[in-house]
């Protein structure tokens, strides 16, 4: 029971980071009329354009989310990304503050460190070798224990920013070059990753909530230089896969604890499924979840954090999704090509409304609906292949 958003009785919550998939959680809240909050680092983000409030800080500074969240005082506090001072949400969390799912769990997710040594240390889920390193010398010592190919991420990042593939020796230095220059915090540790050779890899979105924990149907994706370009549900998995990935699925999010929705990434190889790593929020790749399922994923997230019932989830129809991103940095920018893209029956658009491109920037998605994935796949590239980002005119 709740009041009316700005009523001074409504229910709040608080979205720290907001992007476009922040910016879909808020309009599924405010379908149930809860009062928003966006935060983020810049101004216009996403989230902030459908928020009832915003606030520009760096997340990263406890003492500036200390103070918005004491003014706010919101129902709920929300991580959308990683990069957030994870410490002082432990500490708010103490003081009576909610945190979702639970402020461990993105102090955990935060880095690449946390999550992978519960995972596979604490969990004994099956994960690519991997060591860790915090200066050039140690990444020296760390390529050479795991072996080439490997892969080498700074530890806090996301959306593949940072991370390379080092083939021998020689890309030691260039690797370690490109993890500092990518990371997202000031630390120059990185995580050294034995290359899985997989066979596909998908995103198994895992909701945990009054009903109890469950699984949407496994998400396919092709991600270029760590980040995702295109992804369709159902993927195609074997019976044995299907029981492993879920299997994995239920004992991190367990281990987590709290309410809301999961991307549980997994590699699927011939010797099984790997871990790879978990979001405790929505995922990119779930975008394709707003052409396929009833409830999207961010209405599944929505809906858990609030303590509402998910009686069932429905797959209502193949789909995929399609990214466009951008090529460049500009403020001064447009984007078209809508018109052609939604002369195709079944097809969605989302434009972020990011007010700045970069270059490999998600500036929008589109989204497809069909009869299979393969079909599906296809309308999404072409829908995708018709927008553009046109600059300074
Ligand atoms: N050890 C590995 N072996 C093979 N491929 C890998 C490995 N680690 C990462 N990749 C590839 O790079 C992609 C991005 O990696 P990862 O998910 O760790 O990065 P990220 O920056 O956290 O991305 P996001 O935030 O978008 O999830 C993976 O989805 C996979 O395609
Ligand atoms: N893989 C994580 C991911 O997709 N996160 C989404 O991207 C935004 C950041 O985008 P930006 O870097 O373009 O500002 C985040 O706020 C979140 O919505
Ligand atoms: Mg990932």
Redesign the pocket.
Same mark, same amino acid.
């Given at each position: 029971m709740f009041g009316a958003p700005l009523s001074g009785k409504s229910k709040k919550i608080m979205l720290l %980071? #907001? %992007? *476009?998939? %922040?910016k879909e959680v808020i309009l599924e809240a405010q379908r149930l009329g809860i009062e928003t909050i966006a935060v983020d680092r810049y101004d216009h983000a996403p989230a902030m354009q459908v928020a009832h409030r915003s606030y520009v800080i760096d997340m990263l500074d406890r003492q500036a989310l200390r103070e918005i969240i004491e003014r706010e005082r919101p129902h709920l506090i929300v991580p *959308?990304?990683e990069a957030i001072a994870t410490q002082e949400l432990v500490e708010l969390e103490k003081e009576g503050y909610r945190v979702i799912p639970t402020a461990n769990a993105s102090r955990l997710t935060m880095d690449r460190e946390g999550i992978r040594r519960l995972a596979a240390e604490e969990l004994g889920l099956r994960t690519a070798k991997y060591a860790f390193a915090d200066t050039l010398d140690e990444l020296h010592a760390a390529v050479a224990e795991i072996g080439t190919p490997c892969v080498i991420k700074p530890i806090m990042s996301? #959306?593949g920013k940072g991370q390379s593939v080092c083939r021998s020796e020689a890309d030691i230095e260039a690797c370690w070059n490109t993890a500092l220059e990518g990371g997202r915090a000031k630390k120059a540790r990185v995580i050294v990753e034995a290359f899985v050779t997989f066979e596909s890899e998908i995103t198994l979105l895992t909701v945990r909530s009054v009903s109890g924990t469950s699984f949407c149907a496994p998400i396919g994706h092709v991600q270029k230089e760590g980040d995702y370009i295109e992804s369709w549900q159902p993927h195609v998995m074997s019976e044995s896969h299907i029981a492993e990935a879920e299997q994995m699925a239920r004992t991190i999010t367990d281990a987590l604890g709290g309410y809301g929705i999961f991307g549980v990434e997994l590699f699927l190889t011939s010797e099984g499924v790997y871990f790879s790593e978990v979001s405790p929020r929505p995922h990119?790749t779930g975008m394709v979840t707003m052409a396929t399922q009833d409830l999207s994923e961010f209405a599944l997230h929505a809906r858990a954090i609030l303590g509402l019932p998910i009686p069932q989830i429905r797959l209502l129809t193949p789909g995929a999704s399609h990214t466009l991103k951008a090529d460049r940095g500009s403020t001064d920018f447009q984007i078209g090509g809508l018109e052609e893209a939604l002369a195709v029956p079944d097809v969605q658009v989302r434009v972020f409304g990011?007010p700045e491109t970069k270059p490999g920037?998600?500036m929008a998605v589109a989204l497809a609906a069909a009869q299979d994935t393969e079909t599906a796949r296809a309308m999404a590239a072409e829908a995708a292949g018709k927008l553009f980002i046109r600059y300074g005119e």
């Open positions: %980071g #907001s %992007g *476009e998939l %922040g *959308e990304i996301s #959306s990119d990011k920037r998600r």
